[in-house]
T-cell receptor, first 111, second 114 residues
């Protein structure tokens, strides 16, 4: 079946560095791709999304890149801060409008 | 707005017991859903609702029941709890299915079944 997966379960970075979290997807019919952030003890929180007809979208300190050729999605966080430490999930939505979530990547920011 | 409110935050059950996890939202959202989160498994959809009076099954519905009598509330019922249902449960909502790219999540219920 279709799935959303992540390349790395844990990513450790130094404060101030840029972080890149990767996600592979297999459903070429997906309409939306979304990134969520989940801090310890809390529910996931929407960060940014990108439609399938786009290659790049920027937010505040975050950029999402979509490479449909290789079915790859990435979240770039600029100048990573300790408050960015969390688990990051990618998700995709197809025509069924039901989001399918990946397993998550834990981002650890060292001061 | 309080957003999505889940109660209780923690619950311990014995095998065979029943209970209801509560979820309420005050954003007038049409779409509501329940997920379970297990280590290394991400979020898996249990049940969802596109509006009052309408519910449907997700990826892992067995052992759970839902109802949607009002727009605000979407309770999740465990009829006979099993250890395999030990998990963290999240309720999520969105304005409607056209905006499902932006779900609002509650803070979760940690359930242990002994």
């Amino acid at each position: 079946g279709e799935s959303v997966g992540l390349h790395l379960p844990t990513l450790s970075v130094q404060e101030g560095d840029n972080s890149i979290i990767n996600c592979a997807y297999s459903n070429s019919a997906s309409d939306y791709f979304i990134w969520y952030k989940q801090e310890s003890g809390k529910g996931p929180q929407f960060i940014i999304d990108i439609r399938s007809n786009m290659d790049k979208r920027q937010g505040q300190r975050v950029t999402v890149l979509l490479n449909k050729t290789v079915k790859h999605l990435s979240l770039q966080i600029a100048a990573t801060q300790p408050g960015d430490s969390a688990v990051y999930f990618c998700a995709e939505i197809t025509g069924s409008y039901i989001p399918t979530f990946g397993r998550g990547t834990s981002l650890i920011v060292h001061p | 707005n309080a957003g999505v409110t889940q109660t209780p935050k923690f619950q311990v059950l014995k095998t065979g017991q029943s209970m209801t996890l509560q979820c309420a939202q005050d954003m007038n959202h049409e779409y509501m859903s329940w997920y379970r989160q297990d280590p290394g498994m991400g979020l898996r959809l249990i049940h969802y609702s596109v509006g009052a009076g309408i519910t449907d099954q997700g990826e892992v519905p067995n052992g759970y029941n839902v109802s949607r009598s009002t727009t605000e509330d979407f309770p999740l019922r465990l009829l006979s709890a099993a250890p395999s249902q030990t998990s963290v449960y999240f309720c999520a909502s969105s304005k409607d299915t056209a905006t499902n790219e932006k779900l609002f999540f509650g803070s979760g219920t940690q359930l242990s079944v002994l």
